[in-house]
């Protein structure tokens, strides 16, 4: 079979409307993980067609209380807007320029807000309300746009980063790092 | 001031969050137009932070019956999920290849089924219910997607074009061609 | 074999002139359709060395009162030159920016004349002499431009977009949709 | 004004035809040069319109004999047909992969014909025949293609190039390098 | 003057090999910051003409035990070589796919050694040697990479991060996070 | 196995820190050409995890009043910098703007200077010190720059060009030509 970016690329014949199609995607609330959220991405992955055209959307569920954690998307954009609840959200600026390191930008988003994470910064979702849950709908400039989030990729990778390291990146003792690694780093991103 | 791709470029130093926000965009149910829609699109003009980043959002509202009629995207793959009742979507790939031409795909979508319309190819949605409106959030793939409502750039273009033209091309007589052009064609992209 | 793109990219060992060759492609006259119109593209399916390279020609051929009726080409600009003949021709702008929607700008080609079609946009070429033909060559910015015939891809779909959602669409009764969807309707690009 | 790229982009309720359009560009003989060509190019100089679109066209005259002698192009692919004549075309691929290195590949195109030149690569045209001129039209991937002849930019730089660094690269004596740093390296792309 | 791209385009005119040159940029070794190193990063904002081009060039001073904190680079993907000493390097990969998310992978880097760290992974440099330093040389895909020091970013921005939200983050509690916020988040690339 | 880009893009789950590095790759002296140098390129052929990456790093050696001799990149900008000895070296603008044609940009580089290579330009690299070797290190924006030898793909290729061209073009006799094809064209890029 041809191959284009890796993905199969269907016969122009026997392509149909299940390859631009995903059903009951993303309606349904699903459980949120440890940090109090779920990420439901639908890429390339899950439908086929979008190869090569450089989009996907996602539904983000948050418990009261919950966060999609610091992260990055290493090849995309997201524009978000929230569909039920309220969302605190922020992005932190690049090391450039100088003074003007590392900003942290932040905003309260009510429903049918809309904000823009840019493409490679680190950036979270939290939804302050402690009593109901919230829900947003994103979008990524990408097939496969990849999430990183950062302390699972810095504490909890597999295997671990070395303790000396991080202890003097982090400005803590190595102790304080192991007892990070050992923790659980659980992926909300399904 | 520096302007990036046609658009001003703030001074780092004083951007800020309202630069990458748009408060109560996508949030509130649109008066749709003659065809039955309300194309609620955010994208560099209400965004400035969405600059270079190849992505905007827009909410679709749709009175029973009503659609949003055949347009293409000329810079933009759009990705649609139903956030409320049912459309009958679809798209018409292109005159390749041979004997594979101007294939119709087309789904019925409930809420939370997403569908994908490639980059240029003429697409439209319909609520097939009499009674209840439908609505879906829309993302594309450019900072300013352009859209091309067939009907109207075809027949209600300023100055009109050549009817001894398109009656050819549409295979009717000019008399028709008239009648179509002497029709108010609106715009249901805001 | 290995794929580059989807197509064979042939061992640099055996690659020769041929493969960057086509001959005969473009000097030859043509039967022009029932439009009065017969496009003759030299795209990567003919010249296998254009993969990735981003461009391809063609010849049009138009009958004394044929036209190349409008389309779009959704990836790629057009630049054309007219050979032989009176050419005139235009391109309708997309709904942005209001008030300034679906302008029409059109221009009366003569030989040596050079015309530029945006990527994306409705455009078309008639010939208004009704005693002579002309010929045109044109150049698109992608190895595989596509194209989509708007009266072709709106009314002779497979299988037919609804009678409902298009008398809506364009503002006429249902049996007038029908019986534009019962008409032949022939592709000029060959 | 606003700028896009470097060029002015008009404001939309302004643009008009004209800014897509040059009158009787390629359709006359032109004054060919000491090594019999001249190649008339419409780029983005000429049709502002051309701006961001990633595409050009050019005419070619070939005097009896004459050539468009080695160059390259730094940022486009050129295909070319034949309008009249005959030419010997060809290019050389780069030094790799070993041992395939600087294959020079080569074909007589007559009328009709069509050839690729990948962009970057050293190419050229001759019109082998000592009584009759030739006409070639080509299409470029670039708004602003760029030309480099070989012969000009090595042997008629400004300032010179050391000599004692073109002797050695060119294997002969400095004086050779001298007597063709002295001779008049006439530009043919006007 | 005219922008590209939010920089000067110089007149051409005017542009002379002062406009492509950085003089002594590369050469000394530079004083070490807290975490031991200190990256010497030549981009655009250093010469001018590296514009639109896409490519920087840096070098990496290690104090003995020094490293370059784990960070991103939100454009760029970096290629590296070792010109003295040692360097223990790594990156994670994202979460993607399952099951093999957030893989580490690292290497001792001896002189000559060449290393690739793919556009936005976190990433970092550590000198294990006690008693020497250690130099690097790494070139970066973009004309301005950026760069994201994870902890600055993390626990360092301005303002900071809601504690509530870096707590559950990070699973520590929120005076773990108030400590690592009052620390100083040095930056090493000058 | 799955190939992206003609490149085989291994299992994600049988990746490793191998497909990212290269050992002793650029530590060593080499032994240099005809032309009294020898380019030592780590591209994607070497390091396969740089598959769709972009960029590529290369030692350059030159002995005593030895060169890298005009040539180009037809897909890479290059940024070099010295690491021992001096270079001269420049670049030679294309045929454009008149009457600012073919410019020749120099410089004397001294070990720490960065100097950058336009894409496409014809450049060199020439160490004038008649006693000690340099050596640089270049860094190119491509995963497979490429490079064409001017010298070596005019008058080495294989098979020959026509001598009845390249007197014309050079403005020399064709025994001149017949001399210079002779010669052993030896590359000095492995």
């Not at 609330?29 to 109090?36: A, D, I």
Request: hydrophobic share 40%; net charge neutral.
């Amino acid at each position: 079979s041809v191959r284009v970016n890796g993905f199969v690329c269907k016969n122009p014949m026997e392509v149909n409307a299940d390859d631009f199609f995903k059903a009951a995607a993303l309606d349904k609330p699903r459980v949120t993980n440890k940090v109090g959220s779920n990420v439901t991405l639908i890429n390339v992955m899950q439908i086929a067609g979008l190869n090569t055209l450089g989009i996907s959307i996602a539904r983000i569920d948050y418990a009261p209380l919950g966060q999609n954690p610091p992260h990055t998307h290493p090849r995309a954009t997201e524009i978000l807007t929230v569909l039920e609840g309220t969302l605190y959200v922020g992005f932190v600026t690049s090391n450039q320029p100088a003074p003007n390191r590392n900003k942290f930008l932040s905003k309260v988003l009510n429903k049918g807000d809309v904000f823009v994470f840019p493409v490679g910064l680190i950036h979270f979702q939290f939804n302050p309300n402690p009593h109901k849950p919230a829900v947003a709908i994103a979008a990524l400039s990408s097939q496969n746009p990849g999430a990183i989030t950062i302390a699972n990729a810095v504490f909890g990778s597999d295997p671990q980063i070395s303790d000396d390291v991080l202890a003097k990146a982090f400005q803590v003792e190595k102790n304080t790092i192991d007892w990070l690694q050992a923790q659980f780093w659980e992926n909300n991103h399904n």
